[in-house]
């Protein structure tokens, strides 16, 4: 595989912009903001966030992503529409040229299809980069992540029992969806 640091910095798709994001005290801050605005329903599905409480922190997690595409363990985009942050997507996880995407988007982004044509864009240009499988982790009952897999052609690969926790559901199963470039 290529390295990360060759892999496209800005993807663009006919509504959004796909971007890395630098680890800057400015970002930090208005990444701090959707986050706070956007806890309570984060929360649920993405404990991560109860961590980043400060700019601080939000720097130091910023510089975590920025740092993996150095050491080739994955790449994380912030999703833009007309400017302003809506949700991130990422690949991580990297393994005999296969991938996992984890997503999240603001509570108020839900609904309009955003995050398909994210993945879909992100898929593709994975694709063009040598990678052959992509894999979603998804924690048994998020019904919008299942749904998401399902309208951009994952099929469900295996059923991990009681192998994930998330705060609405507690300890759940994680469903594991698979999808591989056609040829």
């Given at each position: 595989?290529?390295?990360?640091?060759?892999?496209?910095?800005?993807?663009?798709?006919?509504?959004?912009?796909?971007r890395v994001v630098a680890p800057t005290k400015e970002n930090a801050t208005k990444l701090l903001s959707i986050i706070d605005q956007n806890r309570d329903y984060f929360m649920d599905w993405q404990a991560h966030f109860g961590e980043l409480k400060t700019v601080e922190d939000v720097v130091a997690y910023l510089n975590k992503r920025a740092n993996q595409i150095k050491t080739n363990q994955g790449v994380c985009f912030y999703i833009y529409l007309n400017d302003n942050i809506?949700?991130?997507?990422?690949?991580?996880?990297?393994?005999?040229?296969g991938c996992e995407i984890g997503?999240?988007?603001?509570?108020?982004?839900?609904?309009?299809?955003?995050?398909?044509?994210?993945?879909?864009?992100?898929?593709?240009?994975?694709?063009?980069?040598?990678?052959?499988?992509?894999?979603l982790d998804i924690d048994n009952g998020n019904i919008h992540s299942e749904n998401l897999a399902k309208r951009n052609g994952?099929?469900?690969?295996?059923?991990?029992p009681m192998a994930s926790w998330a705060k609405c559901v507690g300890k759940c199963d994680s469903l594991i969806y698979i999808k591989r470039e056609s040829r």
């Open positions: 595989m290529k390295n990360l640091t060759e892999f496209p910095q800005t993807i663009k798709t006919p509504r959004l912009v796909l809506i949700g991130r997507i990422r690949f991580f996880n990297i393994q005999d040229n997503y999240w988007l603001i509570k108020s982004a839900n609904g309009h299809g955003y995050m398909s044509e994210a993945l879909s864009a992100l898929e593709t240009e994975l694709f063009k980069f040598g990678f052959n499988k992509i894999t994952y099929t469900l690969d295996k059923r991990l």
